[in-house]
């Protein structure tokens, strides 16, 4: 049977650009597993990986313009957008090279013997070593930095761990792209190309979670997908973890003396975190709590002047554009609703941004305005007019977990003065990955402090799938106890030949 053809679609048009690649059978993606799990001592060495991210890094950036040409095609985001994400791309590729080269991710923790304990406390030593072959579902809203040379993958590879990844079908042209690239990285610095193998297909995706050679996997992308990989990882004979991103609604919280103080300034700058990227971004603000009065009616007026300004946006692909107009269409119908700015459709192919208003009292009756409570996938946003502190609890108290919350407070809550604003710091915590105070959740700093995750359904485990301690998710620890030190790796030995930053307890510490 001659397998499916891949094709790349322009969303601008719809119409097909070229064919790309075919989708993989079951042969397939056996091949390219085995062939990675055969790479896995290539990529033993510390400073071999460290030049590969740098290479690979190198290679992409000089191929900008292909690689920003090819991704604008296929996903409308526009070069600006694009070469930003390249940008960014490239750079979480050398920060996972200087985190290699440090060393300080694999925890090298000793445990001198000492008898004089009781019980006596042996020699230990702990350090973490890769789990394995790495399963990466690409995301369609980042084709770069969530894609087949984004931060999965680069902190796949600096763990020491092979990689397949299964590109997404809204741009495969540029997922076989940067994988030629990262696959002549992988030559140029002597390792085998299949450390780095790019799957194509629904089915593949399947076939990759239960490949008994797969140890880790992953995920950016819906909370359906997402959880059907989630449970195949976890219903294997040998479950595997699952680091899913699947939703997030980022809730935001204004308080009455941030709407008094600057409720314009507000407006105007939640329509521009709203309508980024279309309204594709993983942490769009989708729900706002804004008090009720006139403060908050000058919020809610700039908010609609900034959006009836905004052009017309092309999303990723049809299915999308039809979830987003029948999503909008669903939760503007739903009574006490209102649009003071109608999202829908921009054209043939495009739609216009908007956001719906509603009363927290009607929000908080069980029914069909639960709908409300969850991500709508494109430029719009939810205003929940809310009359005290406790109402916008109760509200906050409705939500599952999120990537972000954020607070806009006054000048004077920010200086600790009394009020509300710890209690609603401390309120948001239980909630989200990320606090953001008076800024936007939109754009998402690589930095060893981040954290880019929060309680289900925004992910499946408590990493990170941003900054450089989204290593640990492709590590595991273990202990020696009593081996002597010719018997130690490299990394546990007394002399410490590597040079790499321990943590060293007991006699003679």
């Not at 992409?60 to 985001?77: C, H, K």
């Not at 929000?363 to 406790?390: I, K, M, N, W």
């Not at 954020?406 to 990955?433: H, K, M």
């Amino acid at each position: 049977m001659t397998a499916n053809p891949v094709w790349s679609v322009d969303p601008r048009t719809g119409k097909q650009r070229e064919r790309v690649a075919a989708e993989a059978t079951h042969r397939d993606v056996d091949r390219a597993v085995r062939a990675a799990h055969a790479a896995r001592a290539a990529l033993a060495g510390a400073a071999t990986r460290a030049a590969f991210l740098r290479t690979a890094a190198d290679l992409l950036d000089g191929s900008a313009a292909r690689i920003v040409e090819s991704a604008d095609a296929e996903t409308a985001l526009g070069a600006a957008r694009l070469t930003g994400e390249l940008a960014r791309t490239t750079g979480q590729l050398r920060v996972f090279a200087d985190c290699v080269d440090e060393g300080a991710y694999l925890d090298v923790r000793i445990d001198r013997a000492d008898p004089s304990l009781t019980p006596p406390r042996p020699e230990l030593r702990r350090y973490k070593v890769p789990l394995g072959v790495v399963a990466v579902y690409a995301a369609s809203n980042f084709p770069l930095a969530f894609s087949v040379p984004g931060g999965d993958t680069a902190s796949a590879l600096a763990a020491g761990c092979p990689v397949v990844v299964k590109a997404h079908p809204d741009h495969p042209a540029t997922s076989e792209l940067c994988a030629a690239l990262l696959r002549e990285a992988a030559t140029a610095n002597g390792l085998p190309a299949d450390v780095v193998t790019v799957v194509h297909g629904f089915d593949a995706g399947l076939e990759l979670i239960r490949h008994p050679l797969v140890t880790a996997a992953g995920f950016t992308g819906s909370i359906r997908g997402g959880r059907a990989l989630f449970d195949a990882a976890a219903a294997r004979p040998v479950p595997i973890p699952f680091h899913g991103e699947l939703g997030s609604l980022n809730p935001v919280v204004v308080t009455p003396a941030a709407v008094a103080e600057r409720a314009e300034e507000i407006g105007s700058g939640l329509a521009g975190s709203v309508t980024l990227g279309v309204g594709q971004f993983c942490v769009k603000p989708g729900l706002v709590l804004v008090p009720t009065g006139q403060d908050g009616d000058r919020l809610a007026a700039a908010l609609a002047k900034s959006l009836a300004g905004t052009e017309p946006g092309v999303l990723l692909d049809h299915r999308m554009r039809e979830a987003f107009l029948a999503g909008t269409r669903e939760r503007a119908a739903l009574p006490g609703v209102d649009a003071p700015v109608a999202p829908g459709p921009g054209g043939e192919r495009s739609v216009g941004a908007g956001f719906l208003t509603v009363d927290a009292t009607t929000l908080l009756e069980d029914g069909p305005h639960e709908v409300l409570l969850e991500e709508c996938f494109g430029p719009v946003t939810v205003l929940v007019r809310y009359a005290d502190q406790s109402e916008a609890a109760a509200v906050l108290g409705r939500l599952g977990g999120n990537l972000s919350a954020t607070l806009q407070l006054s000048e004077d809550e920010t200086r600790g003065a009394p009020g509300p604003a710890a209690e609603l710091i401390s309120l948001v915590t239980g909630l989200a990955g990320r606090i953001v105070v008076n800024g936007w959740p939109t754009g998402v700093a690589v930095a060893p402090a981040q954290h880019h995750g929060g309680p289900y359904p925004a992910a499946t485990s408590h990493a990170t799938s941003v900054g450089a301690t989204a290593v640990e998710r492709w590590l595991r620890p273990v202990a020696y106890q009593s081996v002597p030190d010719a018997l130690l790796p490299a990394e546990l030995r007394e002399d410490n030949p590597l040079g790499l930053p321990r943590r060293v307890t007991g006699p003679g510490a």
